[in-house]
């Protein structure tokens, strides 16, 4: 195994979030007086900011409106929520097949793991409790622990410094360009994880290691 520490992002790479997400987007559009968006207008907004995502299928960029959307989506079931839109968000959300396999194989060969990712750390927290995994976990960088976010690589640096990791001896694992340019801004490895809605060749113009198809090839490419 030639890294000491394998990093993560969180939607649509270890989990997906759709149902939360895309119930907390109709009742933030609701709240502007839009009609709701699709799953399929919001899938491509998973790993986004709120403010980005919502601006990217509404193409308004106004703050006012950002953050009507931004405080509803978090009051009904983001990190305010309470009673049935905090439970839809912890318990509705699922792990890949064969994420537990490869983080259990990360673990038991020494590798330090991390996630960080734009969704707020203690609902991912909560989410890995819940599933009875947390205990594969290293750390969790939230989006609510950064100043900035990805593509900035300060939650990336921030895992690094608090595992005592050097960035050449991580792999950054994600399923958006975004990620990808996360990973170059923290000079780390990249590999992308093709469980999302963006496709192969999207990743053509950053620099990568592997393109896997999935959870369960990444771990034989990893050979753990």
């Known amino acids: 195994m030639k890294y000491q520490g394998v990093f993560f992002d969180f939607d649509y790479t270890l989990g997906d979030s759709t149902p939360a997400i895309a119930e907390g987007y109709r009742l933030g559009f609701a709240a502007l007086g839009l009609d709701p968006p699709t799953v399929d207008q919001v899938r491509p907004t998973i790993g986004l900011t709120l403010a980005d995502g919502y601006s990217l299928i509404t193409g308004d960029h106004d703050p006012e409106r950002q953050e009507t959307f931004f405080r509803t989506f978090q009051e009904t079931v983001g990190v305010k929520a309470q009673g049935a839109g905090r439970t839809l968000m ?56 950064v100043q900035h976010s990805k593509p900035n690589p300060e939650g990336l640096r921030m895992a690094l410094e608090r595992l005592g990791l050097e960035a050449e001896d991580v792999l950054f694992c994600g399923d958006t360009v975004i990620d990808a340019a996360t990973a170059q801004a923290g000079r780390c490895q990249f590999c992308a994880v ?31």
């Open 90 to 145: 912890i318990e509705g959300t699922t792990l890949f097949p064969g994420a537990a396999d490869l983080l259990e194989a990360l673990k038991s060969a020494g590798v330090r793991t991390a996630i960080v990712s734009t969704k707020p750390g203690d609902t991912i927290r909560r989410i890995f409790e819940h599933q009875d995994r947390l205990d594969l976990l290293d750390l969790v960088i939230g989006g609510d622990e």
């Open 194 to 224: 093709l469980n999302g809605t963006t496709k192969a060749p999207a990743f053509e113009r950053f620099p990568y290691v592997h393109i896997a198809q999935d959870l369960a090839e990444l771990k034989s490419w990893l050979e753990v």
